[in-house]
């Protein structure tokens, strides 16, 4: 194969995989309050076990991380299709919540496998215009997400809630063979396109030494500068996701709507909204800024949340408006990072995906939490709190990044 079809071929295998990871990851929007409500789960238990997924996923991108750095993409990428896959097919069998959860946390860890092998390779096929591609990729993720509710909603409808997981099941192995057949790039540094002397960067099947120091992720996780980014990526991971972690029990138990129909409406709309964003917002994101749009976005954000649940009921029609502007936050600030770290760029984003993860986690057991202690309103509702953070938290971030990154000494 040559090194412009290979190229193709993984940008294939990335914005497919991407569809993959949203068309399975979607379906909790649906089949979460069908759980709760069958298996006679309680909101504390219904946390853990969110919080628990995020865990797993965080744990698998910090493993995916390791593995990457030390085996390669390739690697990443066949471990995450063959662990989703064992996940979705062993819900259907389990037969207590607790067993369900666990099914549940084997795909979180495949998730997370993907997430850290997606962006790698994006750091490194993604040399120019990052944001606009980033939304790109970005882009297939949310047409995933958006069909997977109707479909989820259907089958759910017809068949069961565990059906869903069986039927999806076989998905989670269509790029398994076209990725174990094509060569993927090698550790963070390397590039497979031109460098612009002619010379391609190599793959896993050889590479040349170039002499220059590379970070390890271990030590990516010892900058301060990191640790913002993923303060900032997280907060705004955790407000993306509380529409379809929460926003189906938040209607289903303040004012009895159907996840079947109405709750599969709201999130499908959600991600068919979102990917829009994801599909156009790029070529405005790289005229107006990156950290311009994000501060702009998380704004408008702020004014749906309070918009939507001054309506009550009917904030149903509105909340949904969030996927306009919580598309662009993660390839937008991930694009940022890649500009700032530049070479380093593919660790760093690892370790910020890592960091990231654990706090995301950290909230949803506190949203979970939140409507123990103040009643099923209130989860939900606290993501507002979380958006008004994420003003606070760009706000240093963009401080950071008025000084250049030193990459020999790791600080900015």
Same mark, same amino acid.
């Given at each position: 194969?040559?090194?412009?079809?290979?190229?193709?071929?993984? +940008?294939?295998? !990335?914005? /497919? #995989?991407? *569809?993959?990871? &949203? @068309?399975?990851?979607?379906?909790?929007?649906?089949?979460?309050?069908?759980?709760?409500?069958?298996?006679?789960?309680?909101?504390?238990?219904?946390?853990?076990?969110?919080?628990?997924?995020?865990?797993?996923?965080?744990?698998?991108?910090?493993?995916?991380?390791?593995?990457?750095?030390?085996?390669?993409?390739?690697?990443?990428?066949?471990?995450?299709?063959?662990?989703? +896959?064992?996940? !979705?097919? /062993? #819900?259907? *069998?389990?037969? &207590? @919540?607790?067993?369900?959860?666990?099914?549940?946390?084997?795909?979180?860890?495949?998730?997370?496998?993907?997430?850290?092998?997606?962006?790698?390779?994006?750091?490194?096929?993604?040399?120019?215009?990052?944001?606009?591609?980033?939304?790109?990729?970005?882009?297939?993720?949310?047409?995933?997400?958006?069909?997977?509710?109707?479909?989820?909603?259907?089958?759910?409808?017809?068949?069961?809630?565990?059906?869903?997981?069986?039927?999806?099941?076989?998905?989670?192995?269509?790029?398994?063979?076209?990725?174990?057949?094509?060569?993927?790039?090698?550790?963070?540094?390397?590039?497979?396109?031109?460098?612009?002397?002619?010379?391609?960067?190599?793959?896993?099947?050889?590479?040349?030494?170039?002499?220059?120091?590379?970070?390890?992720?271990?030590?990516?996780?010892?900058?301060?500068?990191?640790?913002?980014?993923?303060?900032?990526?997280?907060?705004?991971?955790?407000?993306?996701?509380?529409?379809?972690?929460?926003?189906?029990?938040?209607?289903?138990?303040?004012?009895?709507?159907?996840?079947?129909?109405?709750?599969?409406?709201?999130?499908?709309?959600?991600?068919?909204?979102?990917?829009?964003?994801?599909?156009?917002?790029?070529?405005?994101?790289?005229?107006?800024?990156?950290?311009?749009?994000?501060?702009?976005?998380?704004?408008?954000?702020?004014?749906?949340?309070?918009?939507?649940?001054?309506?009550?009921?009917?904030?149903?029609?509105?909340?949904?408006?969030?996927?306009?502007?919580?598309?662009?936050?993660?390839?937008?600030?991930?694009?940022?990072?890649?500009?700032?770290?530049?070479?380093?760029?593919?660790?760093?984003?690892?370790?910020?995906?890592?960091?990231?993860?654990?706090?995301?986690?950290?909230?949803?057991?506190?949203?979970?939490?939140?409507?123990?202690?103040?009643?099923?309103?209130?989860?939900?509702?606290?993501?507002?709190?979380?958006?008004?953070?994420?003003?606070?938290?760009?706000?240093?971030?963009?401080?950071?990044?008025?000084?250049?990154?030193?990459?020999?000494?790791?600080?900015?």
């Amino acid at each position: 194969m040559s090194k412009s079809s290979r190229s193709i071929v993984l +940008f294939i295998i !990335l914005f /497919g #995989t991407m *569809f993959l990871f &949203g @068309f399975v990851e979607n379906v909790k929007g649906v089949t979460y309050p069908l759980i709760k409500t069958e298996l006679n789960v309680s909101y504390e238990q219904q946390g853990i076990m969110v919080s628990l997924l995020s865990l797993s996923y965080v744990l698998f991108c910090l493993i995916g991380g390791i593995l990457i750095g030390s085996l390669g993409v390739k690697k990443a990428f066949a471990a995450g299709y063959v662990i989703m +896959f064992l996940g !979705l097919a /062993g #819900t259907f *069998f389990m037969p &207590g @919540f607790w067993f369900v959860a666990s099914a549940l946390v084997v795909v979180s860890a495949g998730f997370g496998l993907f997430e850290v092998g997606c962006n790698a390779l994006a750091a490194q096929i993604f040399t120019s215009r990052a944001a606009l591609l980033m939304s790109l990729m970005h882009f297939f993720y949310g047409v995933g997400s958006s069909l997977s509710p109707r479909v989820a909603g259907t089958l759910s409808a017809a068949l069961g809630w565990r059906h869903v997981y069986l039927l999806y099941a076989p998905l989670a192995l269509v790029f398994f063979i076209p990725s174990l057949l094509t060569r993927f790039p090698l550790p963070p540094g390397e590039s497979l396109v031109p460098d612009g002397s002619g010379q391609n960067a190599s793959s896993d099947d050889g590479r040349k030494k170039s002499g220059t120091r590379k970070i390890t992720f271990f030590a990516a996780l010892k900058i301060p500068v990191v640790w913002i980014f993923s303060v900032v990526l997280g907060l705004m991971v955790a407000v993306e996701i509380c529409s379809s972690n929460w926003a189906g029990l938040y209607f289903q138990d303040v004012y009895n709507l159907d996840p079947k129909t109405t709750g599969a409406a709201f999130i499908s709309n959600f991600y068919i909204l979102f990917t829009i964003s994801r599909l156009l917002s790029g070529f405005a994101i790289e005229k107006i800024g990156y950290m311009r749009s994000l501060f702009i976005a998380t704004l408008a954000v702020i004014f749906i949340f309070i918009l939507g649940f001054i309506l009550g009921a009917k904030g149903v029609y509105v909340l949904p408006g969030l996927g306009l502007f919580s598309a662009i936050f993660w390839p937008t600030l991930l694009a940022a990072a890649m500009g700032y770290f530049r070479k380093d760029a593919p660790v760093m984003t690892s370790a910020i995906i890592v960091i990231a993860g654990a706090l995301t986690s950290g909230i949803q057991f506190l949203m979970g939490y939140t409507n123990r202690l103040a009643g099923p309103a209130w989860g939900y509702r606290s993501s507002l709190l979380y958006a008004v953070l994420i003003i606070v938290a760009l706000v240093v971030l963009t401080r950071y990044m008025r000084r250049p990154f030193k990459a020999e000494t790791g600080v900015s």
